[in-house]
């Protein structure tokens, strides 16, 4: 059985930072690629990084955390950490980790967690 569990929501100032942990069992991240999505109270789901283990870490980021938010992947652990700096009020959201041995959009995502909430306050 395939589960991913995210960790490491909070709330937090403006300003701030945070690392999001996503840990998963029952896949190999070799094989995968790890999503990070987010939802604002009220809007879609909308996606943040990607990062693809098999393509030497490629790494891709939405413009509106781009230059603020890092990912990166510890193999061994199978594990995808989100670091998030100079968080914004609308940066809160739950934030999802997602896996997909396809592509790294939201439609192609097979295995979703069960999300950790990030609270920017101003």
């Known amino acids: 059985e395939v589960q991913l569990v995210e960790s490491g929501g909070a709330l937090v100032q403006a300003g701030g930072s945070l690392r999001l942990s996503c840990e998963a069992s029952g896949l190999s991240f070799d094989d995968y690629a790890i999503g990070w999505f987010r939802q604002a109270p009220g809007k879609e789901r909308e996606e943040v990084s990607c990062?693809?283990?098999?393509?030497?870490?490629?790494?891709f980021y939405a413009d509106s955390v781009k230059g603020r938010f890092a990912v990166s992947s510890d193999n061994a652990k199978n594990t995808v950490y989100l670091y998030m700096n100079s968080l914004k009020p609308e940066d809160t959201a739950v934030y999802f980790c997602?896996?997909?041995?396809?592509?790294?959009?939201?439609?192609?995502?097979?295995?979703w967690g069960k999300g950790t909430l990030v609270t920017v306050s101003s």
């Open positions: 990062i693809i283990s098999s393509a030497a870490f490629t790494v």
């Open positions: 997602a896996a997909s041995n396809v592509a790294c959009s939201m439609t192609a995502m097979d295995y």
